[in-house]
């Protein structure tokens, strides 16, 4: 609608600023408006006319009423110009104090040149009056003032002096004026301002008074004066070049200058003052006042007048007062500049490379596994390594740099990593890498995270082309540092590695030992057998080479990966794990026999070192089979070749080769290992298929690597009471957090509620209050954690991965001291048997609450309460007694412990009389004075893979400087990432019937020529004997042990009994279980004490004296409860007061003679066997070919991904979550043992 006309105002009839008429036409309208407002344009005439004559009228009243407004007017003033000249502005100030600088040193200069110039023996007076000749008479005792007052001044050097005094003397007043604050008196007394007219005013009062030209003045006073110029110039050179000014440079200037002021005006002054004396020269002076304010004083030149004597006093006692004020300060910058530790060198910087290490408090032990870690490869060598923390040096940190090997490469930097100056100091844009690390003994572990996050961002800001190593202790916060190059998250890898020793025993130790850099010379001075293998195998890590390049591989171009692998391991001992594409930045791990090798592909294999560092010598015996004829098969008596230089050769081995044709599987299925049938002749040796070169779909098809699952689904046994059938393949669909890996799992078709996941509570879906009711066909695995963390999602997904067997799978107990939170439920609650329960490790009723009795597995996680205590190591105590009361409660029991400090370790499993403990100990001391970097690896609970510390997984994180595949090669063995067509770590157990391959050579072809997997390792278990008491008392012991186990005992023998006849590892002393202790031996727990009576009555017909007094010992203690069966009734007792029935733990109480060395070869019953009586487990990563196979070897293995041709084949066979897997199986099918 159009706006009413308002009446207008006697003042809007008006003509406008710009002559118009208030009635002129629209058009001229905008003329009117001001400037500053925008003009309006378009619209209704008639609905805008009242808003334009408004607008008219503010714009009139604003022109008439603006005001030009100058701002800081008083700086416009001619004083404040010129202080802004000669004072504030940094670089015209510097110009001036340099200047100012120039002409005192001139000064000193025609000083200099004047007494060069002068001679008092041509005569002595004023400007104009005659010269009067002076001699020094030393019998005299009266002094002749006129050569101290008058000195001979040429007119040109007059001249310039007057000119210089002149410009001095106006400069020094307009700076008195221009700094003037209201009091005269304080500027008029200053120092410089006194010496200043002494120099400037003489040579000013000449101009007009001639006579007085040739008036001694002291100009030499002007040294102290360039000193003061000199201090405030380099002042303002620091702010005007923006630096941070050195206060220890500033320091040692001073300190110099002091010094040189020092002497020259000693100098000066008493050759001056020696004109009415000796008349010294001025070198002869300044030679005395050296020899003087050094202390040696020869005596040759001294003063001859007094006042060159108290000249000399007053020099002497300012010396005394003022240098001892410049080295003490001196002495303080450099002790402060010791812990801050300086700046480096930008020289150094441009020349050298050099990393720097960004931590919040630096310990020893981390420390030195960086250096030892870093420097242990050769092209780091000159490297220099800058440490940037924020707190002060350590003392052992500070002596360890002292040492010459790491003093000279070494820097430490005390400073942030936020504030850009302490980046400027180390240099961080010229550096190589930033390794940024965090504080894992901080209670609060996100905060340390969030510190870290803060420092990634800092560094990357400052230098954004410097490479980011980042470690990150919580994965929730790992994608805020996904831009760095390289990232760990510490509970990622943590989880998935506990979880992975459930099912491949001791996985922490055969990753620690992969990411640890080490020669394999550990323990080859050793004289145990098994300490020189496991040593000389922990040398081998993972190298790359590109095929094209390689001797290893070059000559299997075109050829099947399987068949490379195999052969390679065969011929050179180096075991290929996986390849990466040349168009691809995936690494596959195992990609299986369908992947053909390129040149141009990059090879990763395991070996002792890298193929560059290798040298290749031809064995006679491979000289010889390149000359055998083709058709060869069989070598036969006592000259053959070894076995595992002839096994598997093409046409060498083309004798009973295996039908591995697709076809169901028989009744009850066959062991891939199985023994092959013979045709013919049973004297023959079985022999094993070859590895072909190009996998054939006839021989090997995608049903091979999928059978277990098919006969998992297909087949599910009736005893279950939940059939395998209910669970559907799928990806997890709540992730805890931002960054996970997706990852096929088994789930359960609808999601279980909340109030199901909870063990020791039933609901109104089931009624179950302990694991006993659940009926587990499985053993559990139970996790012991402080809070149900982000992290322990990946605890829980690689025992959930689709390539785990359905029938395998063990239910899962979280055992946790804090109830989870909800989104931590609704992460897990897809997954099948996977509970929790409120409790604490250290609670014996929380334990047999979540079914510790039916349990295999107990991973003890580190929590993050006890993480930092007043004694740096005793932040483990609480968990290793807690541990170690497990160990005596439940004795078949296998535990995994997470420690903070792993020099911890040795505690675990802790016997005081444990003599062969204590002579690892001395073997660990051994090997850590030789330097090595895995000093700690003969500990028998790191190497039985039972304990382990996060940090020894920061070498990880350090390898990826040098080699920036293993992250990738390590999450992919873990489990925590699935790259499509890579395989998966798992483990396979060697038994009695397996012995016939007889090699590890054997066993690798075996595997790829069946399965296509591809071994990496042994995890071996050894029965160790040794006896700190006489042979024949511990050989009586048992022969009555025997006696009694004939009689009473008649037992079947288990697999350990079997082999305890045969050679090799430790089954020689597998025979006897017991020693001669006078603890209660293991066999003898079930036995009642009419049997002990029967049994040191047969025993004292037979033996001796000392056999009967031990035999009166052990007469003795089996009247007396043992410590055993006190700590069986405690559980027994707690057991029924919580209503839990207690006929599982009496099973394990009473173990059998069979039961007890069946355990004790799986690494169990470590403290219930004797002083005498040890059990010895251990890896070894790639071990050579012909090493003997031994009953229970767990071979680790790496198996390719079962769908990687499930796609390519056909699209039955695709992977879902309801469709069910093809039945048919080859005759090799894989019956994974664990």
Same mark, same amino acid.
């Given at each position: 609608m159009a706006r009413a006309k308002l009446p207008r105002s006697p003042s809007e009839g008006k003509a406008g600023p710009g002559g118009a008429p208030a009635g002129a036409s629209a058009p001229e309208e905008p003329h009117g408006l001001s400037p500053l407002l925008p003009t309006r344009g378009g619209g209704s005439v008639g609905s805008d006319v009242g808003q334009r004559l408004h607008v008219e009228d503010f714009s009139l009243d604003s022109s008439l009423s603006q005001v030009q407004v100058e701002f800081y007017v008083n700086e416009n003033t001619f004083k404040e110009r010129l202080k802004l000249f000669f004072i504030k502005n940094q670089r015209s100030s510097l110009r001036i104090r340099l200047f100012n600088f120039s002409l005192k040193l001139l000064t000193c200069l025609l000083y200099i040149v004047r007494v060069l110039l002068d001679d008092p023996a041509l005569g002595i007076g004023c400007w104009g009056c005659?010269?009067?000749?002076?001699?020094?008479?030393? $019998?005299?005792?009266?002094?002749?003032?006129?050569?101290?007052?008058? +000195?001979?001044?040429?007119?040109?050097?007059? !001249?310039?002096?007057?000119?210089? !005094?002149?410009?001095?003397?106006?400069e020094t007043m307009l700076l008195i004026y221009l700094s003037y604050k209201g009091n005269i008196w304080e500027q008029t007394f200053r120092v410089a301002f006194i010496l200043e007219m002494i120099n400037t005013l003489p040579f000013i009062i000449t101009i007009f008074w001639p006579p007085l030209r040739n008036l001694f003045i002291p100009v030499f006073l002007n040294c102290w004066l360039a000193k003061h110029a000199l201090e405030n110039m380099i002042n303002d050179f620091h702010r005007a070049i923006l630096r941070t000014q050195s206060a220890m440079f500033n320091q040692v200037l001073i300190l110099f200058c002091t010094l040189l002021c020092l002497v020259f005006t000693g100098t000066c002054g008493i050759q001056h003052l020696e004109r009415a004396g000796d008349n010294l020269s001025l070198l002869t002076s300044f030679y005395f006042c050296i020899v003087t304010f050094s202390t040696v004083g020869y005596g040759d030149v001294t003063p001859k007048i007094w006042p060159s004597q108290l000249l000399v006093v007053i020099m002497i006692c300012v010396a005394l007062?003022?240098? @001892?004020?410049?080295?003490?300060?001196?002495?303080?910058?450099?002790?402060?500049?010791?812990?801050?530790?300086?700046?480096?060198?930008?020289? #150094? !910087?441009?020349?050298?490379?050099? +990393?720097?290490?960004?931590? /919040?408090?630096?310990?020893?032990?981390?420390?030195?596994?960086?250096?030892?870690?870093?420097?242990?490869?050769? =092209?780091?060598?000159?490297?220099?390594?800058?440490?940037?923390?924020?707190?002060?040096?350590?003392?052992?940190? #500070?002596?360890?740099?002292?040492?010459?090997?790491? $003093?000279?490469?070494?820097?430490?930097?005390?400073g942030s990593a936020l504030k850009d100056q302490d980046l400027m100091r180390a240099k961080m844009d010229n550096?190589?890498?930033?390794?940024?690390?965090?504080?894992?003994?901080?209670?609060? =572990?996100?905060?340390?995270?969030?510190?870290?996050?803060?420092?990634?961002?800092?560094?990357?800001?400052?230098?954004?082309? &410097?490479?980011?190593?980042?470690?990150?202790?919580?994965?929730?916060?790992?994608?805020?540092?996904?831009?760095?190059?390289?990232?760990?998250?510490?509970?990622?890898?943590?989880?998935?590695? *506990?979880?992975?020793?459930?099912?491949?025993?001791?996985?922490?130790?055969?990753?620690?030992?992969?990411?640890?850099?080490?020669?394999?010379?550990?323990?080859?001075?050793?004289?145990?057998?098994?300490?020189?293998?496991?040593?000389? &195998? %922990?040398?081998?890590?993972?190298?790359?080479?590109?095929?094209?390049?390689?001797?290893?591989?070059?000559?299997?171009?075109?050829? /099947?990966?399987?068949?490379?692998?195999?052969?390679?391991?065969?011929?050179?001992?180096?075991?290929?794990?996986?390849?990466?594409?040349?168009?691809?930045?995936?690494?596959?791990?195992?990609?299986?026999?369908?992947?053909?090798?390129?040149? $141009?592909?990059?090879?990763?294999?395991?070996?002792?070192?890298?193929?560059?560092?290798?040298?290749?010598?031809?064995?006679?015996?491979?000289?010889?089979?390149?000359?055998?004829?083709?058709?060869?098969?069989?070598?036969?008596?006592?000259?053959? *070749?070894? +076995?595992?230089?002839?096994?598997? %050769?093409?046409g060498t081995v083309a004798m009973d080769l295996q039908n591995t044709e697709c076809r169901p599987a028989q009744s009850g299925g066959g062991s891939k290992l199985a023994l092959p049938t013979e045709n013919g002749s049973g004297s023959r040796r079985p022999s094993i298929a070859p590895v072909l070169e190009v996998a054939d779909s006839s021989t090997l098809l995608p049903c091979d690597l999928l059978s277990d699952q098919s006969e998992d689904e297909m087949t599910p046994s009736d005893e279950e009471g939940l059939s395998v059938a209910e669970y559907v393949k799928g990806y997890p669909p709540n992730s805890p957090y931002i960054g996970s890996s997706p990852t096929l799992c088994h789930l359960l078709p609808v999601k279980a509620p909340f109030c199901c996941l909870r063990l020791d509570k039933g609901c109104k879906h089931n009624s179950y209050e302990d694991a006993k009711a659940y009926g587990f066909k499985n053993k559990l695995i139970i996790v012991s954690a402080e809070t149900a963390g982000n992290g322990l999602y990946n605890f829980i997904v690689p025992l959930r991965a689709y390539y785990r067997p359905r029938r395998e799978l063990n239910p899962i107990v979280l055992l946790l001291d804090n109830k989870p939170d909800h989104h931590f439920l609704e992460a897990i609650c897809c997954f099948p048997m996977v509970y929790y329960m409120e409790g604490s490790v250290d609670n014996l009723d929380s334990l047999l609450q979540c079914g510790i009795i039916y349990a295999d597995n107990l991973v003890v996680v580190d929590k993050e309460s006890t993480m930092s205590a007043e004694e740096d190591y005793m932040a483990d105590a609480k968990t290793i007694v807690s541990v170690q009361t497990m160990f005596r409660l439940f004795p078949s029991l296998s535990i995994t412990t997470e420690l903070t400090?792993?020099?911890?370790?040795?505690?675990?499993?802790?016997?005081?009389?444990?003599?062969?403990?204590?002579?690892?100990?001395?073997?660990?001391?051994?090997?850590?004075?030789?330097?090595?970097?895995?000093?700690?690896?003969?500990?028998?609970?790191?190497?039985?893979?039972?304990?382990?510390?996060? %940090?020894?997984?920061?070498?990880?994180?350090?390898?990826?400087?040098?080699k920036d595949y293993m992250i990738p090669i390590t999450r992919l063995l873990l489990g925590l990432d699935t790259t499509p067509g890579s395989g998966y770590l798992c483990a396979m157990k060697v038994t009695e019937d397996d012995l016939w391959i007889r090699t590890y050579g054997r066993l690798f072809q075996k595997l790829c020529s069946s399965s296509a997997e591809i071994p990496i390792g042994i995890y071996r278990t050894e029965c160790h004997v040794f006896s700190s008491e006489p042979h024949n008392l511990r050989a009586q012991s048992q022969v009555s042990v025997s006696m009694g186990d004939?009689?009473?005992?008649?037992?079947?023998?288990?697999?350990?009994? $079997?082999?305890?006849?045969?050679?090799?590892?430790?089954?020689?002393?597998?025979?006897?279980? +017991?020693?001669?202790?006078?603890?209660?031996?293991?066999?003898?727990?079930?036995?009642? *004490? @009419?049997? !002990? #009576?029967?049994?040191?009555?047969?025993?004292?017909g037979h033996t001796g004296k000392a056999a009967a007094e031990w035999i009166s010992q052990q007469r003795l203690s089996l009247y007396q409860r043992s410590e055993r069966q006190e700590l069986s009734e405690l559980v027994k007792n707690r057991m029924k007061h919580l209503g839990l029935p207690t006929t599982g733990y009496e099973d394990v109480a009473n173990l059998t003679a069979s039961d007890v060395m069946n355990r004790v070869n799986l690494g169990y019953l470590q403290d219930e066997m004797n002083d005498h009586q040890n059990t010895l487990s251990y890896v070894l990563i790639n071990p050579p070919p012909d090493t003997r196979l031994e009953p229970n070897d767990i071979v680790y293995l790496i198996r390719s991904d079962p769908l990687a041709h499930v796609a390519s084949s056909s699209r039955s066979r695709k992977s879902s979550c309801g469709n069910k897997l093809a039945s048919c199986s080859p005759e090799t099918r894989d019956e994974t043992q664990f």
């Open positions: 005659p010269k009067q000749n002076y001699t020094f008479n030393e $019998s005299s005792s009266e002094i002749n003032w006129a050569p101290i007052l008058w +000195v001979e001044r040429k007119m040109a050097l007059w !001249a310039i002096q007057v000119i210089v !005094a002149i410009i001095s003397f106006l007062v003022v240098l @001892p004020l410049q080295f003490e300060e001196l002495v303080y910058l450099w002790m402060e500049r010791q812990k801050s530790g300086g700046n480096y060198s930008r020289h #150094r !910087a441009q020349t050298e490379k050099h +990393v720097i290490l960004c931590v /919040s408090s630096l310990k020893i032990d981390l420390l030195m596994d960086f250096l030892n870690e870093f420097y242990a490869h050769p =092209r780091l060598q000159d490297y220099y390594v800058v440490i940037l923390c924020p707190t002060e040096m350590d003392i052992q940190v #500070r002596r360890v740099l002292q040492i010459p090997l790491w $003093s000279q490469r070494v820097i430490y930097l005390q550096g190589e890498a930033c390794f940024i690390l965090s504080s894992r003994n901080e209670v609060d =572990r996100t905060a340390a995270d969030h510190q870290t996050i803060l420092r990634a961002w800092a560094v990357k800001d400052f230098a954004p082309n &410097c490479p980011l190593y980042v470690q990150i202790l919580k994965p929730e916060n790992k994608f805020h540092v996904k831009f760095a190059e390289h990232v760990v998250c510490e509970e990622e890898c943590k989880y998935a590695m *506990l979880a992975l020793s459930c099912i491949c025993p001791a996985t922490p130790t055969l990753i620690t030992l992969l990411v640890h850099t080490s020669r394999g010379q550990e323990g080859q001075d050793s004289p145990e057998q098994w300490q020189r293998m496991y040593g000389r &195998c %922990s040398g081998n890590e993972v190298y790359h080479i590109r095929m094209g390049d390689s001797k290893f591989f070059r000559e299997y171009e075109g050829k /099947s990966f399987t068949y490379a692998a195999f052969h390679a391991h065969k011929k050179y001992g180096v075991c290929l794990i996986g390849l990466k594409r040349e168009e691809s930045k995936s690494i596959l791990l195992n990609p299986g026999p369908r992947h053909t090798l390129a040149a $141009s592909d990059t090879c990763f294999y395991i070996n002792i070192t890298k193929e560059e560092n290798s040298a290749f010598i031809f064995k006679q015996e491979e000289k010889q089979k390149k000359k055998g004829s083709a058709g060869q098969g069989l070598y036969e008596g006592s000259s053959r *070749l070894p +076995v595992h230089s002839i096994i598997a %050769s093409m400090h792993p020099s911890n370790m040795r505690f675990m499993q802790f016997r005081a009389k444990d003599s062969y403990s204590l002579a690892l100990s001395r073997l660990e001391k051994r090997e850590r004075e030789n330097g090595s970097n895995l000093a700690f690896m003969f500990r028998l609970p790191f190497a039985a893979g039972r304990v382990f510390s996060i %940090s020894m997984l920061d070498t990880l994180l350090y390898q990826s400087f040098v004939r009689e009473d005992a008649r037992e079947p023998k288990g697999p350990w009994g $079997s082999r305890a006849g045969t050679g090799g590892g430790g089954g020689a002393h597998g025979r006897h279980a +017991v020693g001669g202790d006078s603890a209660e031996p293991p066999l003898l727990r079930r036995k009642s *004490l @009419p049997w !002990a #009576r029967r049994l040191s009555r047969k025993g004292a």
